[in-house]
């Protein structure tokens, strides 16, 4: 493999290639289009963000993927997101090892741009030999037989139309309660509530916005115009919907379905969310969702930013006035949280002095801790070495090592966390 080289996709024809290497990776998709549509106009997914894998000797892109820039938000802290998205590599070249090169280019470019975590959706078996492990919920599926659904819509007092351009300050306002209900959710710019409403219908991650209107009230709903599953996919509703809007949207939402030949209503959203309560009380099987696979490469500096977080669920438990350092022993290197009556002074690197509060996480593991998926206790039932462990000469403390079970019940929570799509 001399000839191949790994380089960002910034050359004059570089798109033409890509579109022609993901026709051939995944045909009959049309990964192809889809990658275009972002390459062209996805807001802050700059070409120095798509990574190929070259062979200089046919001047041909082989492999490809991209690194598609994110928000999420846990509670009330920002902080991005690399996706390793799009990623393909030719039949023939497969096997050989270019995915390995090209993922320590894309983790050279997360450190570049101040990236510390990354998400795939890609397929399983493949991305832990990169690193990757479940951490977020991902792909719901909540089937509710038509016949569940009620036939209100010639007496409903609401109206349906699609979203335009002039009702993104709604869109993004509506997104702000659904950040308010889960602890990990995306947060989208207005260039992002654009995209989709427009850009983005030309793609296999199209999607229908309804807005849901009367005289003195307004909701949303998205629907998925492909996806997995013969159903129609609802993927968004208003968190903040009344009872007889939302009967009278699932009515529409039934009409729709019929109008489609789609045999059920499928919800992709957590189980928590207002609509999907809703019909698994009308009797909708609930179902069981995929996850997200993520990637912490810098758990210091992410820990960091999420210090906002962090200093606000000790200020709300019984440990608010705590003092001293916490470790998180991840084996291959410690992490010392520093703390002063309930205040953060720093995070750094543990170093080789004895340290009392200690609780031990292999990293593969640890972002599902980080991120709310699993609580410890819940990991260590398939992970003994997910642990407290309270270090001194004399014999273990239990008394402590409770102690150090609920300071990270504490810090790092099962949360509610669910990722609408930006695309």
């Given at each position: ?61 082989v492999a490809a993927l991209a690194l598609i820039p994110w928000e999420w ?41 101040g990236f510390f975590l990354s998400s795939i959706q890609g397929i399983p ?114 968190e903040g919907i009344s009872f007889d809007a939302m009967q009278a949207s ?174």
């Amino acid at each position: 493999m001399e000839t191949i080289i790994i380089r960002t996709a910034i050359k004059s024809n570089d798109l033409e290639q890509l579109k022609q290497l993901f026709k051939t990776a995944f045909h009959p998709e049309k990964v192809d289009e889809f990658a275009e549509v972002l390459y062209q106009h996805l807001p802050n997914l700059k070409k120095e963000y798509w990574l190929v894998a070259e062979d200089t000797s046919k001047e041909q892109i082989v492999a490809a993927l991209a690194l598609i820039p994110w928000e999420w938000k846990m509670e009330n802290t920002i902080f991005k997101v690399a996706e390793m998205g799009i990623v393909a590599t030719l039949p023939e070249y497969r096997g050989k090892g270019l995915m390995h090169k090209l993922n320590k280019a894309f983790e050279n470019v997360m450190q570049e741009e101040g990236f510390f975590l990354s998400s795939i959706q890609g397929i399983p078996g493949f991305y832990h030999k990169l690193g990757y492990e479940y951490a977020v919920e991902l792909e719901n599926h909540i089937y509710t037989p038509l016949d569940l659904l009620n036939n209100l819509l010639k007496e409903s007092e609401f109206s349906f139309r699609m979203a335009e351009k002039s009702d993104i300050p709604f869109l993004m306002d509506e997104e702000q309660k659904f950040q308010q209900k889960f602890e990990l959710s995306v947060n989208k710019s207005a260039e992002l509530w654009n995209y989709q409403l427009r850009e983005s219908l030309k793609t296999e991650c199209a999607s229908e916005i309804w807005m849901i209107e009367t005289n003195n009230q307004q909701y949303y709903f998205k629907i998925l115009l492909h996806g997995f599953g013969a159903g129609l996919i609802l993927s968004e509703m208003s968190e903040g919907i009344s009872f007889d809007a939302m009967q009278a949207s699932f009515s529409f939402i039934k009409s729709l379905a019929i109008k489609k030949q789609k045999p059920y209503v499928r919800l992709n959203m957590h189980r928590e969310s207002t609509a999907a309560k809703h019909v698994l009380a009308l009797g909708a099987n609930g179902g069981k969702s995929y996850a997200l696979q993520v990637k912490i490469t810098e758990p210091i500096k992410l820990l960091r930013q999420l210090v906002p977080v962090l200093e606000k669920r000790i200020r709300q438990s019984e440990f608010n006035d705590f003092t001293g350092i916490f470790r998180l022993n991840l084996y291959q290197f410690s992490i010392d949280l520093n703390w002063n009556r309930g205040m953060l002074i720093s995070i750094e690197k543990g170093n080789d002095q004895e340290q009392m509060l200690t609780f031990n996480v292999n990293p593969r593991w640890f972002p599902m801790l980080c991120l709310g998926h699993r609580n410890w206790e819940e990991i260590q039932w398939m992970h003994p070495d997910v642990k407290p462990e309270f270090l001194v000469l004399n014999p273990i403390d239990n008394g402590n090592n409770a102690k150090i079970g609920k300071l990270m019940q504490v810090l790092f929570p099962k949360v509610k966390g669910w990722i609408n799509l930006q695309y």
